[in-house]
Nanobody, 121 residues
Framework: QVQLVESGGGLVQPGGSLRLSCAAS????????MSWYRQAPGKERELVAR????????NYADSEKGRFTISRDNAKNTVYLQMNSLKPEDTAVYYC??????????????WGQGTQVTVSS
């Protein structure tokens, strides 16, 4: 059974930092593209950052470029999101996603339960 468990969320002041972790119980973790999404109250879920299966390529939403860093440790089946210079508008539930496209149009897509990040003074 696939499990993605996020941790590291919490309350932080504006300008502060948090590091989110997502521990994955998933067969061949290193074959999955991993992403972080977030969803603020009343808004749609949006992509924050993505990292390829090997970790050699990343991409970020424009508002996170230069502030957030996604990384992964395939030996530990874990993906991280380092968040710096946090702003109140970063307040949201942050979700971990694992995705793999298999040949013949079959894809696997898994989500964690989310971790709350609140940026407030």
């Amino acid at each position: 059974q696939v499990q993605l468990v996020e941790s590291g969320g919490g309350l932080v002041q504006p300008g502060g930092s948090l590091r989110l972790s997502c521990a994955a119980s998933i067969f061949i973790f290193s074959s999955y593209t991993m992403s972080w999404y977030r969803q603020a109250p009343g808004k749609e879920r949006e992509l924050v950052a993505r990292i390829t299966s090997t970790g050699d390529s990343t991409n970020y939403a424009d508002s996170e470029k230069g502030r957030f860093t996604i990384s992964r440790d395939n030996a530990k089946n874990t993906v991280y999101l380092q968040m710096n210079s946090l702003k109140p508008e970063d307040t949201a539930v942050y979700y971990c996603n694992a995705h793999k496209m298999v040949v013949a149009g079959i894809e696997y897509d898994y989500w964690g339960q989310g971790t709350q990040v609140t940026v407030s003074s």
